[in-house]
Antibody, heavy 123, light 111 residues
Framework: EVQLLESGGGLVQPGGSLRLSCAAS????????MAWVRQAPGKGLEWVSV????????QYADSVKGRFTISRDNSKNSLYLQMNSLRGEDTALYFC????????????????WGQGTTVTVSS | QSALTQPPSASGSPGQSVTISCTGT?????????VSWYQQHPGKAPKLMIY???KRPSGVPDRFSGSKSGNTASLTVSGLQAEDEADYYC???????????FGGGTKLTVL
């Protein structure tokens, strides 16, 4: 069964840091682009970042550029999101998601999603 | 860049059809045939329902269909069922945004 399991969320003060992880199973992880998508409480979906299967190409939403870093370890079937200089507006449920078509996540969308991990930025 | 525009709500009775619109620009919806739709039930992860404007992933009922005209994409749910009550989000590839754009979401109520 194809599965994604996020972890690492929690309560952090403004200006603080968190590292989210996403453990993948049931598919050839290194073949697929992956993404982080977030959803603020009561709000819609928002792209955060995407990374290619090999990890050599990354892209970020303007709202997180320079503060967040996406990475992956294909030997561990794991995706990461390092979040620094956190702000109140980063409070959200963070989903990791798998590309529906290998290395074409922005065109064809995401067919497997985790259940999300909650990040709360507050003093 | 602004999100794609969706109506905040839509509704229909069981067995009826309902259509949800998603309006963008020539730089996203109108410029590419890469529109996808997601269904999200409360407290659950999104589910891919439509990709490439009108294609359904395996397992998605054929009651769900997608189309596009100009800068507006549409999702039609035919033969409404109670379990179709959910939030629906469109998403489009964009030539001017490096990640693409989501719509604001539409809450579908089955009366």
């Amino acid at each position: 069964e194809v599965q994604l399991l996020e972890s690492g969320g929690g309560l952090v003060q403004p200006g603080g840091s968190l590292r989210l992880s996403c453990a993948a199973s049931g598919f050839t992880f290194s073949t697929y682009s992956m993404a982080w998508v977030r959803q603020a409480p009561g709000k819609g979906l928002e792209w955060v970042s995407v990374i290619s299967g090999g990890g050599d190409i990354t892209q970020y939403a303007d709202s997180v550029k320079g503060r967040f870093t996406i990475s992956r370890d294909n030997s561990k079937n794991s995706l990461y999101l390092q979040m620094n200089s956190l702000r109140g507006e980063d409070t959200a449920l963070y989903f990791c998601a798998k590309a529906f078509v290998v290395n074409a996540i922005r065109r064809y969308g995401m067919d497997v999603w985790g259940q999300g991990t909650t990040v709360t930025v507050s003093s | 860049q602004s999100a794609l525009t969706q109506p905040p709500s839509a509704s229909g009775s069981p067995g009826q059809s309902v259509t949800i619109s998603c309006t963008g620009t020539s730089s996203d919806v109108g410029g590419y045939n890469y529109v996808s739709w997601y269904q999200q039930h409360p407290g659950k992860a999104p589910k891919l329902m439509i990709y490439e404007v009108s294609k359904r992933p395996s397992g998605v009922p054929d009651r769900f269909s997608g189309s596009k005209s100009g800068n507006t994409a549409s999702l039609t749910v035919s033969g409404l069922q109670a379990e179709d009550e959910a939030d629906y989000y469109c998403c489009s590839y964009s030539g001017s945004n490096n990640l693409g754009l989501f719509g604001g979401g539409t809450k579908l109520t089955v009366l």
